[in-house]
Nanobody, 119 residues
Framework: QVQLVESGGGLVQAGGSLRLSCAASGRTFSSYTMAWFRQAPGKEREFVGFTSYIGGRTYYADSVKGRFTISRDNDKNTVYLQMNSLKPEDTAVYYC????????????WGQGTQVTVSS
């Protein structure tokens, strides 16, 4: 499994933007589907989106579609979450996760990074 470290969180006003990064260890990053999840206080963890190891295909939750973009740089072993038009309800701890090709679940998780959107 890979080790994941997120960065880029912070405080931003509603309507603003942030870009989160998730750096992965290991030499097989390109064979992992990489996903972002988030968890707000008192709520269950929520799926945000993913980028597949197959051609970098992406998929997003309806709540972020059109505002968030996931991209990956396999040369840098890094996945990004570009968040635009942020809303207070986007406030959460954001986690990246890795699913190895052929695996049934996300076996590696980062420690999370806090995103706070003020109104």
């Amino acid at each position: 499994q890979v080790q994941l470290v997120e960065s880029g969180g912070g405080l931003v006003q509603a309507g603003g933007s942030l870009r989160l990064s998730c750096a992965a260890s290991g030499r097989t990053f390109s064979s992992y589907t990489m996903a972002w999840f988030r968890q707000a206080p008192g709520k269950e963890r929520e799926f945000v989106g993913f980028t597949s190891y197959i051609g970098g295909r992406t998929y997003y939750a309806d709540s972020v579609k059109g505002r968030f973009t996931i991209s990956r740089d396999n040369d840098k072993n890094t996945v990004y979450l570009q968040m635009n038009s942020l809303k207070p309800e986007d406030t959460a701890v954001y986690y990246c996760a890795a699913q190895r090709a052929g695996s049934a679940d996300f076996g590696s998780w980062g420690q999370g990074t806090q995103v706070t959107v003020s109104s």
